[in-house]
């Protein structure tokens, strides 16, 4: 039986990883002659600033959410949140003077890790309910009917009752809006089902993946990962204790007023997700991708073997969750005075990060198929563009198609330009195509 899956795309990385995601599916269910299209139980969520998606591919407009309405500006939205005085405490060391902003929400977050935080604490409500409806189709009767049938007819085996729900949230650490909403998007996955929450993946670009956009592109990239890494090893270092127990050894549990705000009264024991990978650029050999896309698209590929492997996931997923902890404390021995080590065992500062590999050895017959259906498309579009700038060729369609009538000469054509003589097509002809 296939796992079922939430995938959620934060930022233009996010949005555009899924949109090569749910392109790489469609094709592995037409090469297994699959007709049903993708299954409930695989759901995409991209969330991002722009009320349109600018990710490039993108996933359909039910699958996206937009954070800001045309005409809202960031003076707006800090006027809202000023307004909550509750929160005051929780904004005061990073909030942003609305002065010294000039960036266009409706373009994004320009880049700025803080205003993408921001519009995740203002717009928690809406993020949140989204979220629940994908998660609602994924819990949905048919969903798990569906990967039967399809498992069913991809092995010719017959499906378990199992199917667990897995969430994936993939996005950037360097940019705006995506960087700043990673933390909000996994800790509301966390409140609204804690089984399923307190499992995330995350899927996170590293800066080196931009240096091809050049300096001027690139100039927040740095201190935003900076931020976005912080945020997320003291939400694993910190990992509360769900029972008030034993708070002689760990932290209290914590209810953040931005999941308050987003309706989300509950506690949590850590912040962000569960498992986060780095995702970079080059390998160690130094062999490396161009351009941010072509990093996208392999990640992808790659979250498309983990959903359509069977093999793949339970030595994958089962290993990640089985033996997180144990597997980072057996490969990095700390001595005294490194990192955390004092506490609970939960408590230690262990690495919080992992990375995964991935290869894949083809004869490169997909990728013909793709290059020689292109470059059939392109020479039927250079045929129907050119093809009444060469007289004869025309000429000799016209005659083929004739229906009644030769075809007739332009005189005005043959003054002009002696040498080449236009024909202009008898009119019953012309409708005769039309009407065919």
């Not at 555009?16 to 090469?31: C, D, H, I, P």
């Not at 009752?161 to 996955?189: F, H, K, N, Y």
């Not at 005294?336 to 262990?350: A, F, N």
């Amino acid at each position: 039986m296939y796992e079922r899956y939430l995938f959620v795309g934060l930022g233009g990385s996010g949005g555009s990883t899924l949109g090569y995601l749910k392109n790489e599916l469609q094709r592995w269910l037409e090469k297994h002659e699959v007709e049903t299209g993708i299954p409930d139980g695989w759901q995409f969520l991209h969330i991002d600033t722009p009320m349109v998606s600018d990710a490039v591919p993108s996933l359909p407009e039910h699958e996206y959410l937009g954070l800001i309405s045309p005409g809202l500006q960031y003076d707006h939205v800090q006027t809202q949140l000023d307004g909550d005085v509750s929160i005051i405490d929780e904004m005061q060391t990073w909030r942003v003077d609305p002065a010294a902003v000039r960036v266009n929400l409706e373009h994004g977050a320009g880049q700025f890790r803080a205003i993408g935080r921001t519009i995740g604490y203002a717009f928690g409500q809406q993020i949140r309910n989204r979220i629940e409806q994908s998660l609602s189709r994924v819990k949905g009767a048919t969903a798990k009917g569906e990967l039967g049938e399809l498992y069913f007819k991809v092995t010719e085996e017959k499906a378990g009752s199992e199917s667990p729900i897995r969430v994936v949230v993939v996005s950037s650490l360097a940019g705006g809006t995506g960087a700043g909403l990673l933390q909000t998007v996994c800790d509301i996955l966390r409140s609204l089902d804690e089984g399923i929450g307190n499992h995330s993946f995350g899927v996170l670009y590293t800066p080196e993946v931009f240096s091809s956009l050049g300096a001027s592109s690139v100039g927040g990239v740095q201190p935003n990962s900076l931020a976005a890494i912080c945020e997320l090893l003291n939400g694993h270092w910190w990992n509360g204790s769900a029972s008030k127990d034993n708070l002689d050894e760990v932290a209290d549990p914590k209810t953040p007023l931005e999941l308050a705000r987003a309706g989300l009264p509950n506690a949590i024991t850590m912040s962000g997700p569960t498992y986060p990978f780095l995702i970079g650029r080059v390998n160690t050999s130094g062999v490396g991708y161009d351009t941010p896309d072509q990093v996208f698209a392999a990640t992808a590929q790659k979250l498309a073997s983990l959903v359509t492997d069977r093999k793949l996931q339970m030595e994958l997923i089962a290993y990640q969750l089985h033996g997180w902890n144990t597997s980072m404390a057996e490969g990095n021995l700390m001595g005294s005075g490194m990192l955390v080590d004092e506490g609970d065992w939960s408590e230690v500062g262990l690495p919080v990060f992992g990375a995964v590999g991935f290869a894949r050895l083809s004869t490169g017959a997909d990728y013909f198929e793709t290059y020689a259906a292109r470059r059939l498309v392109r020479e039927a579009l250079v045929d129907v563009l050119n093809v009444h700038t060469d007289q004869q060729t025309a000429g000799a369609i016209l005659e083929q198609l004739e229906v009644g009538g030769g075809p007739r000469r332009d005189p005005t054509a043959a003054r002009v330009h002696p040498h080449r003589t236009r024909r202009v097509p008898h009119p019953l002809r012309v409708d005769a195509r039309r009407i065919g």
